[in-house]
């Protein structure tokens, strides 16, 4: 079985790690990650949540372990992590996988399903001279695991990213100049508003000596660079802290900018995929960066991915049933989610008036990890009972009503994800 994963973000290694390890006595499993790119990126931060350790403990445990030593514990029990150790982490055990070959800096063109034996598949591998390489190869299955602005979900012609209309800058620092040492003694970190939304700043300084990351978000597209994203902080010493990290940035992090999208899911639509084609990660269900929960659901993905292909392999079920399966299982839990964490979002980038506070059973249910039950609780958020009580009829698919007016729990939290690439 040859299956080809397009994206070697967190998504397509977790994945292609998981199934590697799955069918390890299966020799004649090939698993090729395609990326378009290659590994240099370090994006900024990544949130580990509860649910995301769970898969993690399922897909590779050692690195489970490894990046609880170098995240910072959050109060949610999350970890807070540099991205790219993430992604380093995963990359070194994908190498050492058996059956597992990556390419970098190649993209898929096209995907041909006929509808019969196989899947193919045109690359353009492109040179460090700029010569390209075409080559079409046949594949017996095609995993989307390349980002919000995934390639392989246009190929399929699923509705392309919606734009959240929040610019976001992001950077790393590794030694920080003298005047800005005190950046260190912030506990974890911390959220500063400006006029247009957030400014971000997480010191792991206690597991990586002086190491900083940052976030700068707008929802004002005017917005040209993160200095002016800063206007509106209102803390004198907090305007000073964020324009010395700026500044003490390289170039490139302060020029480069992406705008936040979400992929949404809803009914007409569905997931996604088609034939031997589905999709994983943020090409699936990208969400609102709030509680740091979209690594987590790719890493749950990864998981139940690897069970319904391994299932297909000892049955006769047909793959494209075992896609379609896998599917169906994500979609409610993932379009819950995704809901949840753009009401969140609005709320903590000061557009709602309100905040949303998660009820224990949704806490517990978003937490549970790949085998959570396939429906959420009832209640969502605290006041959802009041409003049940009082005979208010609480439907929570079609409620976007504010429900509860407490302040969002731990402001860290918040924007743990305004992460990767
Ligand atoms: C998978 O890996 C094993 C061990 O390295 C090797 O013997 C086998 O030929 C590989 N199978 C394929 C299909 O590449
Ligand atoms: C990939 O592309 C980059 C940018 O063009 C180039 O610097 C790098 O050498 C390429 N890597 C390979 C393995 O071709
Ligand atoms: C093009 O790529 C294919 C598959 O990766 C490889 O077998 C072939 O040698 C490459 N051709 C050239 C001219 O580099
Ligand atoms: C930062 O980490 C270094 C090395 O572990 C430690 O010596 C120093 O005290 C830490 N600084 C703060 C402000 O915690």
């Given at each position: 079985m040859k299956i080809c994963i397009v994206g070697g973000g967190l998504a397509g290694l977790a994945f292609a790690v998981s199934l590697s390890k799955a069918v390890a006595e299966d020799r004649d499993v090939e698993i090729s990650v395609v990326e378009q790119r290659d590994f240099s990126s370090r994006g900024a931060t990544f949130g580990l949540a509860l649910n995301g350790q769970v898969a993690l403990q399922d897909i590779c445990p050692s690195l489970l372990e490894e990046l609880k030593n170098i995240g910072i514990l959050l109060p949610t029990g999350g970890y807070m992590l540099p991205w790219y150790c993430v992604r380093d982490g995963l990359l070194e055990h994908a190498r050492r996988c058996q059956n597992v070959t990556i390419f970098t800096n190649t993209s898929v063109v096209s995907a041909t399903d006929k509808g019969v034996d196989d899947i193919l598949v045109t690359l353009e591998e492109t040179s460090a001279d700029g010569t390209v390489n075409t080559t079409t190869v046949k594949m017996d299955l095609l995993i989307g695991a390349d980002g919000v602005h995934s390639s392989v979900r246009s190929l399929v012609g699923a509705p392309p990213a919606v734009s959240s209309h929040t610019k976001c800058w992001r950077g790393a620092l590794n030694d920080l100049p003298p005047h800005l040492s005190h950046v260190l003694d912030i506990p974890t970190g911390k959220m500063i508003k400006t006029e247009s939304g957030l400014f971000g700043i997480f010191n792991f300084n206690t597991s990586m000596a002086g190491f900083v990351s940052w976030v700068a978000t707008s929802k004002n597209l005017d917005v040209m660079t993160p200095f002016e994203a800063l206007e509106g902080i209102e803390d004198s010493n907090d305007l000073t802290l964020a324009q010395g990290l700026l500044e003490a940035s390289t170039q490139q992090e302060r020029e480069f900018f992406t705008t936040l999208s979400t992929i949404p899911l809803n009914m007409e639509t569905g997931w996604g995929g088609k034939g031997r084609i589905t999709l994983i990660g943020d090409a699936a269900h990208a969400l609102r960066p709030a509680s740091g929960l979209g690594g987590s659901l790719a890493f749950e993905d990864a998981v139940l991915l690897t069970r319904a292909i391994t299932k297909h392999m000892d049955s006769d079920e047909s793959i494209d049933a075992a896609l379609r399966e896998f599917e169906s299982l994500r979609f409610v839990r993932c379009q819950t989610i995704l809901e949840d964490q753009t009401r969140i979002a609005e709320s903590g980038y000061g557009t709602a008036a309100k905040s949303f506070k998660w009820t224990p059973e949704y806490e517990k249910w978003v937490f549970a990890g790949p085998d959570a039950d396939l429906k959420p609780p009832l209640n969502m958020y605290v006041g959802d009972e009041e409003n049940v009580a009082e005979g208010g009829a609480v439907k929570r698919e079609t409620?976007?009503?504010?429900?509860a007016a407490r302040p969002t729990s731990s402001s860290i939290s918040l924007s743990s994800s305004l992460s990767s690439s």
């Open positions: 409620n976007h009503r504010v429900l």
